[in-house]
């Protein structure tokens, strides 16, 4: 049994450790480099300073640090789970596993390494195996709401809709979820008919989200349901014009009750468990978006030349799943080189730096600076419903360019999200759309040659 550390070492890593628990990396970090001056052999330090890279986004370093502290001491069940969680987070989803059920091994009975191994799984494609690990995390943690809402979408991804929409609803008790719950004092919706007043549908999460969500109005309003609609300020025009005969709003407030008569309210994202509960349920009719006329007429005549038009969007800088849905741009080198298509961006960004990555890539698309796919969804709309076809990954264009009826190619990672299920090219959101996905993990050039066959049959005008 080793001595124990001397009365200063401790008192620096208890400094230490009360600086990282406040979010205090730098003053952290300094304090451990402090400690391992004093002992170099601690393994703690080791670990807690490969977490500080970890969350400062230094995962090499992260998992160098983390393996030296193993060195010292293979034994610690924690270290193995956070080098898996540095793994995952690079893409080495094997090593990753390895690492969870080392420390399973070591510790066993851990709901949190349970649940980071189904993540592990899932991403290698094994659902069924993802799912008994969240499931084993719910087991030992019953109340632990991340599990809950894993093998909610673990279901949703293979199309069980009617068990996926239950765990679904635990999404306010996560730790990660970007949408408050809004505490109104109506009650929320439960599908009843309400005899008097209408019902506030609120957003939630992404633009995407809202999008796809949005869907599902047609429904209530088939239903005799009276709506409003509180969504981005961003989607007001679009949905205002769509759906005209919903009041469309955006940051409602108590203040409106008396005008709005509110009976009810519900988030967007719970409408699917009320009225997907089947494939079947999905037979709405699309498009449900409508772009302005005049705006769509003006970008057609912009973009005209005799070649069919194709909108191309290739990246996304979604914090949690862009690295996997994002695509170089010098791999559409093979679709580039297809004669007479007229090729439009559709991506969002800074039109600089979009000017300079398509030069790089020496790609025919046009930048159309006009045109602000972030701040101006309205006017993104008009650009989107211009084209013959849409080719875009997995962001917010493909729901929108669906959505509007336009012809859309979606390009899927191989472990897609949730709401593209696991097989198919075809989904029950959009049905128009056309799924193309990767066969193995990080294999783009498989799914463009797909694309360039697709391409070579023709594009429908």
Same mark, same amino acid.
């Given at each position: ?15 230490? &450790? ?46 160098? &640090? ?12 924690? %270290? ?19 690492? %969870? ?48 809402? #894993? ?33 109104? =004092?109506?009650?929320? /919706? ?29 429904? &209530? ?11 981005? =300020? ?17 940051? %409602? ?9 509110? #009976? ?10 009320? &009225? ?24 057609? *005549?912009?973009?005209? *030349? ?57 790609? =025919? ?15 993104? #709309? ?11 990954? *997995? ?13 859309? /190619? ?9 709401? /593209? ?41």
């Amino acid at each position: 049994m080793s001595p124990p550390p001397p009365p200063a070492l401790q008192s620096l890593i208890r400094e230490a &450790l009360q600086h990282h628990q406040a979010g205090h990396l730098d003053e952290a970090e300094q304090l451990y480099r402090r400690a391992l001056a004093i002992d170099p052999q601690n393994a703690d330090c080791l670990h807690l300073l490969g977490m500080i890279a970890f969350q400062s986004g230094q995962l090499t370093r992260a998992a160098a &640090l983390i393996r030296q502290a193993i060195e010292l001491h293979p034994a610690a069940a924690s %270290y193995h789970s956070n080098l898996g969680n540095v793994l995952q987070a690079e893409g080495n989803l094997d090593e990753a596993e390895a690492c %969870y059920r080392r420390a399973l091994e070591l510790k066993p009975g851990q709901a949190e390494v349970h649940l980071n191994l189904g993540h592990t799984l899932k991403a290698q494609g094994e659902v069924d195996s993802a799912l008994a690990s969240y499931r084993q995390a719910l087991t030992l943690k019953p109340d632990m709401a991340e599990a809950r809402v #894993a093998e909610s979408t673990a279901l949703l991804l293979q199309g069980d809709f009617a068990s996926g929409w239950q765990g679904f609803e635990f999404r306010w008790q996560t730790r990660d979820y970007d949408t408050p719950l809004r505490n109104y =004092p109506q009650p929320m /919706w439960r599908g009843e008919p309400l005899t008097s007043g209408r019902l506030l549908v609120w957003g939630e999460q992404g633009i995407g989200d809202e999008i796809m969500f949005a869907g599902v109005i047609p429904d &209530l309003l088939r239903a005799g349901l009276p709506c409003v609609v509180d969504c981005d =300020p961003r989607l007001q025009p679009l949905f205002a014009r769509s759906f005209p005969r919903v009041e469309v709003l955006s940051g %409602y407030h108590q203040d409106c009750d008396a005008a709005l008569n509110i #009976a009810a309210h519900l988030p967007s994202g719970s409408l699917p468990a009320l &009225l997907r509960a089947s494939r079947e349920s999905f037979a709405a009719a699309v498009p449900y978006l409508v772009a302005g006329p005049a705006q769509r007429g003006r970008f057609r *005549d912009r973009y005209h *030349d005799g070649r069919p038009r194709i909108g191309l969007a290739w990246h996304t800088t979604n914090r949690k799943s862009g690295r996997t849905r994002s695509i170089d741009l010098n791999l559409f080198a093979p679709l580039f080189s297809l004669p007479d298509l007229r090729w439009i961006s559709l991506q969002y960004g800074d039109h600089g730096a979009l000017e300079d990555e398509v030069l790089a890539a020496a790609a =025919p698309l046009l930048i159309d600076r006009e045109v602000d796919q972030l701040a101006d969804i309205d006017t993104f #709309a008009a650009q989107v419903a211009s084209m013959d076809l849409v080719i875009t990954i *997995d962001n917010s264009t493909a729901h929108l360019a669906a959505a509007l009826g336009v012809p859309t /190619w979606l390009l899927l990672p191989f472990a897609p999200d949730w709401r /593209w299920q696991q097989t198919g090219d075809r989904s029950p959101w959009y049905p128009s759309m056309r799924l193309f996905r990767q066969a193995a993990r990080g294999d783009w050039p498989s799914v463009l040659h797909k694309v360039r066959q697709a391409l070579l049959l023709g594009v429908k005008r």
